[in-house]
């Protein structure tokens, strides 16, 4: 099976190169030429050869502007596809807007895949990610010996969009443990709490969560696991979901909060470094606190 990938950044390259390491055949195109040449990965001289040339499309981009444009632009994609084509967004996107282009590429007898994916940039290396997927089940079978090249769980969502569904839901709850957690470990400091000890109390109780279990052990030492999602993309991804639940009328009380907390920190100086310095910008405002004793480090 042939595959390309259009997005060999931080997250695509890494994903792309577990194919590499596999042995399987994939080649990749980004729009940003030194991106291109670091991700390690055979070069398609445009995405239109790229889409020519394999019977698998990944995507990995940012937001579903991006998405549309490689995807129904001049050129793009759809102008490129055929019966049999397998194209797997990897991406964060709009569910409508997933939706939509699983119908454009329907009518090319081309299949498309919503594939939310959790685990982050450890997660890719590891090729231990989470994939939640959207769209025609036979498809996904398919290409599920591709996926798994970086992918330890793939569960078949449903319909078309159901995938970025649970995409969105599941960065949502990623980002309010983030935020949330930050408050408490600056209270914890603030308040002259061992933190080591905090962090063992609440992976043992109620308060347990992403974070606490797998970011906080290693902030509180000064470690962030820079090379994760930044600032400015957890701010993406909650707005999104703000969105969403506007546009299906469920209401959210703790969404403003959530994004108030990420904006904020990223108008500090936070937005193009890793989301978990969020605490930082919580910590700057607790008065200059952080979690570690900086003369360590």
Known sequence: MRAGIIGAGNMGGRMGRRVVAAGDPIVAFDANPETLAE???????????????????????????????????????????????????????????????????????????????????????????????????????????????????????????????????????NGVALAATSEVMVAGRRAGLDLERLLEVLNASSGVNFATLNRFPKIIHGDYLEGGLTGELMAKDIRLYLNYMAGIGVPTFSGPGCLAAFELSNSMGYRDVISNRVVDGIGDLAGGIRLYDEQEQ
């Open 39 to 173: 991700c390690g990965i055979e070069a398609a001289p445009s995405a239109a050869e790229l889409v020519e040339s394999v019977d698998v499309v990944l995507l990995s981009l940012p937001d579903s502007a991006v998405i549309e444009r490689v995807v129904l632009g001049e050129g793009g994609v759809l102008a490129h596809a055929r019966v049999g084509l397998v194209v797997v967004d990897l991406s964060t996107a709009d569910p409508r807007s997933s939706v939509r282009l699983h119908a454009a590429l329907a009518e090319k007898g081309a299949e498309f895949l919503d594939a939310g994916i959790s685990g982050g940039a450890a997660a890719a290396e590891k090729g231990s990610l989470t994939l939640m997927v959207g769209g025609d089940g036979d498809a996904l079978q398919r290409v599920t010996p591709l996926l798994e090249r970086f992918a330890a769980k793939i569960v078949h969502m449903g319909a078309p969009g159901s995938g970025h569904i649970t995409k969105v839901l599941n960065n949502f709850l």
